[in-house]
């Protein structure tokens, strides 16, 4: 029955009769370029409502706490002009991650990451600034390709990981709430940029004025999360760049949360890091696609290191 | 953005594909009209994220409609409502627009929440694994055999009430 159920369900599918509309394109065309237009109008208007508030608010320089958040009718503006400049800018975001552990830790998580596309790398480097194990992901309709250098144990492998590797997906900011025992850190900083876009797109975060990082008056926004008693739980805070909206350093502060730090990927591969961060910092850079730069995004093999099989 | 390029790569895309495009849409919409608005909305972040797109801009589309699909990609577009960006085929459906009345369970699928639909045609017209409907989706395998499961079994449910509400004969009989 539930067959038979199934087989018509498809071949009514199958029936559905369609007819594309004639300038289906040219309408999905014109459409982008009047959300350009307009986004960038309303950005605008958004950037003096912004300055203004930011102003009136009197942010210090230090902590970065919702107190003085301008209106959300503002924040709307820079956000969507955020969203839009992550998801148009066309360059390669380069970041570098900083963890604070709580006590000593025999691996460093501490490194460089690059993402253009569906290409990304991470580079892990031991407590003596070595690179310790070098990460390229290039996502394809296939799967996952990934290629793995291990550096201790001078081998490397490559594989295509066809199902994704936990069997839920990661959490996002959007997901942090009640005290969840995540891991967090991990996850956000495999892929930071994700996770802000999740951030603002569910609202998480705020505006909260300005403040001075990496030399420019930055715009910083905030998503304060606390636990169901009310504490703090999890803050975020980012630092935007006024005039390009693209980010230019995110902290997560874990607030004494303990939360482990090694991904599920590299569990499976027997280099399970589980060490309690309390903080993590990643600075932005935004560089153009040229061919040196792309060449970034994929691991290089020294010299004599030896290819193994990998982790299924 | 390169205008051109883009536009003759997807106008190609969809003088090839186009059909099969709009109906996976049409499917996941519930409607011809919405099916149409659905295909647009994702072409147009097609063109968005063009110079990002790496490989087949094809896959690339799908993905966009299922992950539009799955998100109730109408409330998400209500900004554009605001600005009056947004188009009004509304004004244009006469009944027309819709699926056709006689396909019967297609009309049932516009009643399931957006993520049982798309779980729902995505493993049974897209023919995708659970594996890869979970990460056309964004979500785990898991929920992907609950929503496609309860899916499955709410129009089950919805086709046998429709079809017993819909027979003269079941007011009429009298035993």
């Known amino acids: 029955m539930s067959i038979d159920f199934e087989e018509r369900l498809r071949s009514e599918m199958a029936a559905v009769e369609v007819r594309p509309r004639p300038g289906l394109v040219r309408a999905a065309y014109r459409d982008c370029q009047r959300r350009w237009r307009v986004t960038r109008a309303v950005a605008a208007a958004g950037v003096a409502a912004v300055t203004a508030g930011g102003t009136a608010a009197g942010l210090g320089a230090a902590g970065g706490g919702r107190a003085g958040a301008v209106p959300v009718e503002t924040a709307a503006y820079v956000v969507s002009h955020v969203t839009g400049a992550l998801s148009g800018s066309g360059e390669i975001a380069y970041t570098y991650t900083q963890y604070a552990l709580d006590g000593t830790a025999s691996r460093n998580l501490d490194g460089p990451s690059w993402k253009y596309g569906d290409q990304s790398r991470e580079i892990y480097l031991t407590p003596a600034g070595q690179p310790d194990i070098d990460w390229g992901t290039t996502q394809t309709s296939d799967g996952d390709v990934q290629l793995v250098v291990n550096y201790p144990a001078r081998t490397w492998y490559r594989l295509v990981a066809r199902h994704p590797v936990s069997s839920s997906a990661p959490p996002d900011i959007c997901d942090l709430s009640g005290g969840k025992e995540l891991i967090v850190p991990r996850d956000f900083t495999a892929d930071p940029q994700t996770q802000i876009e999740a951030g603002l797109r569910c609202g998480v975060l705020t505006l909260a004025g300005h403040q001075r990082v990496g030399g420019i008056d930055a715009l910083t926004l905030v998503a304060q999360l606390t636990d169901p008693q009310g504490k703090p739980f999890l803050t975020l805070t980012l630092w935007v760049n006024p005039s390009s909206y693209l980010p230019v350093e995110a902290k997560l502060d874990t607030h004494g949360h303990m939360f482990t730090g090694a991904s599920r990927q590299r569990a499976s591969n027997g280099d399970i890091v589980a060490v309690p961060v309390r903080s993590v910092t990643v600075t932005f850079t935004w560089l153009p696609p040229t061919r040196t730069n792309l060449a970034l995004l994929t691991p290089a093999i020294p010299t004599g290191f030896r290819q193994v099989t990998g982790e299924p | ?175």
């Open chain 2, 1 to 175: 953005m390169d205008g051109e390029q883009p536009v003759s790569v997807l106008e190609d895309l969809l003088a090839a594909k186009g059909e099969q495009l709009l109906r996976t849409a049409v499917l996941l919409a519930g409607s011809h009209a919405d099916g149409e608005d659905l295909l647009q909305a994702a072409l147009e972040r097609v063109f968005r994220h063009w110079r990002t797109i790496r490989g087949d801009p094809e896959g690339y589309l799908r993905r966009t409609l299922y992950h539009l699909a799955a998100d109730g990609w109408r409330r998400k577009g209500a900004w554009r409502a605001r600005l009056g960006l947004l188009h009004q085929p509304e004004a244009l459906s006469d009944g027309t627009g819709d699926v056709d009345r006689r396909d019967h369970l297609i009309r049932l699928l516009r009643a399931l929440p957006p993520r049982q639909r798309t779980a729902v045609v995505l493993r049974y017209w897209e023919e995708l694994t659970e594996a890869e409907t979970a990460r056309a989706m964004g979500c785990s395998a898991g929920t992907v055999k609950a929503a496609a499961s309860r899916g499955l079994r709410r129009l089950r449910e919805l086709s046998a009430l429709d079809e017993n509400d819909g027979t003269p004969q079941t007011t009429g009989r009298t035993g």
